[in-house]
T-cell receptor, first 112, second 113 residues
């Protein structure tokens, strides 16, 4: 059974204070690891897909990296508008190859 | 391009009743997935439909069912509601290939009293 664990559960940063969110996973044959952002009262919004260990992707102040056991979402010089819950999900190559297994998320608060 | 539309936005039901939720995907998307989101369990996969066929099903009881129509719109039904079914139900659409990114609606907030 695929499993995803995210840490920390909540993170409070001052504006401009860089940090990283962690996503540890166990999956039978990783096909892809996804990062989503969810704002209150809305559905998750896609950020990145990572396919293989060593891969990195960037978007504005966000950078996602992937190893064989975990992924990190690095946030550089965050702004208050980066406040959201960040979700990590994996898609494996098992029977449920069209479903995502999500972690419970990290709630990020950026204080001005 | 219109996004994924879910109706209704909020629902209040009592135990034992049944409920039907609706999802209209992005135009051209043939896959619709449903997820249940609760504070304790996070997002959990319910099922996925592609071209009117269920391709995947999560570990939920048979009280949870769904279907997809020829225009890709989807409905999910929950029968004999239980208090524990209170959750945000999210629908997501995609083109349907593996590893396609999902586009989520804003969800239907179901409260079971």
């Amino acid at each position: 059974e695929d499993q995803v664990t995210q840490s920390p559960e909540a993170l409070r940063l001052q504006e401009g204070e860089s940090s990283s969110l962690n996503c540890s996973y166990t999956v039978s044959g990783l096909r892809g690891l996804f990062w989503y952002r969810q704002d209150p009262g809305k559905g998750p919004e896609f950020l990145f897909t990572l396919y293989s260990a060593g891969e990195e992707k960037e978007k504005e102040r966000l950078k996602a990296t992937l190893t064989k056991k975990e992924s990190f979402l690095h946030i550089t010089a965050p702004k208050p508008e980066d406040s959201a819950t960040y979700l990590c999900a994996v898609q494996g190559s098992g029977a449920g190859s069209y479903q995502l297994t999500f972690g419970k998320g990290t709630k990020l608060s950026v204080i001005p | 391009k219109a996004g994924v539309t879910q109706t209704p936005r909020y629902l209040i039901k009592t135990r034992g009743q049944q409920v039907t939720l609706s999802c209209s995907p992005i135009s051209g998307h043939r896959s619709v997935s449903w997820y249940q989101q609760t504070p304790g369990q996070g997002l959990q996969f319910l099922f996925e439909y592609f071209s009117e066929t269920q391709r995947n099903k999560g570990n939920f009881p048979g009280r949870f069912s769904g279907r997809q129509f020829s225009n890709s719109r989807s409905e999910m039904n929950v029968s004999t509601l239980e208090l524990g079914d209170s959750a945000l139900y999210l629908c997501a659409s995609s083109l349907g290939g593996a590893l396609e990114k999902l586009f989520f609606g804003s969800g239907t907030q179901l409260s079971v009293l």
